[in-house]
């Protein structure tokens, strides 16, 4: 018998939607949950500020693929195409855990931001949400820009507004 996996997406123009899903990922790691989170459109990670996930391996992991510094929307054509490649391999082995059922809860952090830079398309997003279900690991998907098209797929959408901005 399948249990029902979840499919939640936090979005929205507001800052928080990061902290939010490190939140749920922490709330997971509580009931005894694996945690990966990728993210992606961040640039490389700073060490520095990663060190305090870093305690929560082995059962919260984070990886990201990017080799600049910068945040995609910076980056030069050139650096952007070379960024491109490493966003659908950190793709490619998002989807590796989900094949493997090495976690509970995959985080995909910014993976609504790459459908909307055109990295990847809906039908690849749908494609892994499937694949999310059908692995019965619960999936968190973030982005600022939320496209009406995943309504039929989702289960729970969030969307965070700042004010005042």
Do not use: H
């Not at 990061?18 to 694996?34: D, F, H, M, Q």
């Not at 459109?41 to 992991?61: A, H, I, Q």
């Not at 909307?116 to 820009?145: F, H, K, N, P, Y």
């Amino acid at each position: 018998m399948m249990k029902d996996s979840m499919i939640q997406v936090i979005c929205g123009p507001g800052k928080g939607k990061t902290a939010s899903a490190l939140g749920r990922g922490v709330s997971a790691l509580i009931r005894g949950k694996n945690v990966i989170m990728v993210q992606f459109l961040k640039g490389s990670m700073d060490s520095d500020n990663m060190e305090v996930l870093k305690r929560l391996e082995p059962e919260f992991k984070l990886f990201r693929f990017e080799k600049s510094p910068m945040v995609f929307d910076r980056l030069s054509d050139e650096e952007k195409e070379e960024a491109r490649i490493n966003i659908r391999n950190g793709l490619n082995f998002s989807k590796k855990f989900l094949v493997t059922g090495e976690c509970d809860i995959l985080i995909l952090d910014e993976i609504l931001g790459i459908l909307d830079e055109g990295i990847i398309t809906l039908e690849e997003l749908c494609a892994l949400i499937t694949q999310a279900r059908q692995s019965e690991a619960e999936l968190i998907m973030t982005g600022t820009v939320y496209p009406a098209a995943l309504d039929e797929w989702v289960d729970e959408v969030t969307k965070l507004q700042t004010r005042f901005e």
